[in-house]
């Protein structure tokens, strides 16, 4: 534990640092390829949507005597159409069917009753119409864009645009992915699933945030400076911010495990499995885009404005001056020569190479002067003593 603690305290003041930004290519490419597998799915499997958005009739009847196939037969006896039955656990079964009429709900749930041994009372019905559905998606839809556009607002003003653009491209990174995780594993879309998303969006901008706030530490007054490159404080930003993204994530991650993992998968607690995915699949996708995606393509969309391009150019010059006065004046001194940095990111040593090559030449100046030697030239006049009268 205290090398774990040791490792963290490092990162965290720079002592160790991993260059996240210089990896863009390998983070795109992965977010390429997982959005691919997302959009794939979405367009060949495409979303089971519940009644809550399409309409139907929902039924759940306790499954004392019945199996699903019984049920179905059932649904289908008067006239039920597009029948879904599943088990809930080990006592119940629900079966969902199209928008059915008043005779036809009233005949399913006596039909219900004697098959599975239970009475009409104990059958819990749900009843959507297309109407309702349509109301419920085109709500959440609305829900969803009024809130990136209040989050792109607060961001422009707290931080800037191009900040808000960056968390922007974050979000829809994660939005995209759990929808498409969603239609790939088929669980039905609910407004659980609705509030999963909006909950998992919240926790992505809110690690996105942590990061761009120490972005925004680290690179205040950084063009009165040149030795320093923006992306570089970015980068170191992302270092001591890493650690608590990760551990942040993974007490997030643990108890959605558990009602993903366990509870769905052996105690069969169905109502949850919606909220439940979709929030250990964001959960996930946030972390990832709040560390290698927003703030790498915050960098690149920064490094394009004329001034943070001027700061590069005279961090690169006094890097390479730096050497060059390093190699001219360690040329005697292994030592000296040894001392040179071999990345770009140590503006420090080079600072101290120069210093130590200026103490040199000054050195070498003073033992190239001559040693004045005593004799009669350089002894003081001496003033004579006047007489005494």
Partial sequence: ??????????????????????????????????????????????????????????????????????????????????????????????????ALSVNQSTDMLAGLAQTCGTTVDDIKVQLVGPTWGGEITKKALTGLVVFLIAVGIFLSIYFEWRMAVAAMVALVHDVVITVGIYALVGFEVTPATIIGVLTILGFSLYDTVVVFDKVKENTRGILGQSRMTYSE??????????????????????????????????????????????????????????????????????????????????????RAGGRGVAAAGGSGSSSTSGSVPGSDDSADAVDAVVAAGAAATVVGERKERPHRQSGPRNQPKRTPRKKRG
Avoid at 291 to 297: D, G, I, N, R, S
């Fill in 1 to 98: 534990m205290s090398r774990v603690g040791n490792f963290t305290t490092r990162v965290h003041r720079g002592e160790l640092s991993y260059d996240f930004v210089g990896k863009t290519k390998i983070w795109y490419t992965v977010s390429a390829v997982i959005l691919l597998i997302a959009i794939g799915g979405l367009l060949f499997r495409g979303l089971n949507l519940g009644i809550e958005f399409r309409g139907g009739a929902e039924f759940v009847t306790p499954s004392v005597t019945c199996s699903t196939a019984q049920v179905e037969e059932v649904a289908q006896s008067v006239g039920a159409k597009d029948v879904i039955t599943q088990q809930l656990g080990d006592d119940r079964i629900r079966v969902q069917t199209e």
């Fill in 233 to 318: 404080a970015a980068n170191l930003a992302l270092n001591q911010t890493f650690i608590r993204s990760v551990n942040t994530s993974i007490v997030a991650l643990l108890p959605v495990a558990a009602i993903l993992f366990v509870g769905v998968g052996i105690l069969g607690a169905g109502t949850l499995k919606d909220l439940a995915l979709a929030l250990f699949v964001g959960l996930l996708a946030g972390t990832y885009s709040s560390l290698f995606v927003a703030t790498p393509f915050l960098c690149q969309i920064k490094e394009r404005q004329p001034s943070i391009k001027a700061l590069r150019a005279r961090v690169l010059a006094r």
